[in-house]
């Protein structure tokens, strides 16, 4: 995913964008884990992961991002992707060798707040998000970036998040929605939309897929 924005509650919510390439093979949210039962999210079907993992009995949720810094080593390195479902399941940052993962941000989020746990390969850090609505991009909390001032005051805005993920993909860097051609002819883009809240008696949870109504 590459970008999430999180409004301080209550309710709590959480809004993903999973940008990717479009021949990785994915599908939507569902209990997709036997070994984490109750858990909910879309599921990457090349590595068997998520990108953000809900548990509405705990009524918390886990995003993941990928980050910049020192890749992991390839002989040893895992999927991100067991990260968020790991931390939702047990409601803390996983116990795992973190040296195997590339660079990656994991918001722990919960109706009391949200908390930002970012790996660059070689040092752990972790914050509170603050109270109010952020955006988390790939390069983590940075309101220099393009993305970050075109769109989080339009989020800080309003109450009503349904349409703000809408409109034309784009190679822009300050686009929520991205559509780009790589080097190699593949197709980056934005393909699913994942709406979150978090309250202190129930959560709701709605995954939108992009690709129905984009040609890839």
Known sequence: MC????????????????DEITDRPWEGAGEHWPEYPGVIGGRDLKAGGTWLAVLPAARRAAALLNAYGAAAPEAVRRSRGD?????????TFPDVDLTRYDPFHLVLAGPSGARLHTWDGERLAATALPDGTSMVVNSGLDPAHP??????????????????????????????????????????????????????????????????????
């Open 83 to 91: 990260l968020a479902l790991r931390a939702v399941a047990a409601g």
């Open 147 to 216: 993305r970050v001032q075109a769109h989080l005051p339009r989020f800080a805005a309003t109450a009503d998040w349904a349409a703000l993920p809408e409109g034309e993909h784009s190679g822009d860097p300050a686009a929520l929605l991205v559509r780009r051609e790589l080097p190699d002819g593949r197709i980056f883009a934005s393909l699913s939309v994942m709406r979150v809240t978090l309250g202190d008696e129930s959560v709701t949870y709605q995954l939108t897929d992009l690709t129905a109504d984009r040609d890839r």
């Open 3 to 18: 970008t999430l924005v999180v409004r301080t509650g209550p309710p709590l919510t959480l809004l993903g964008v999973r």
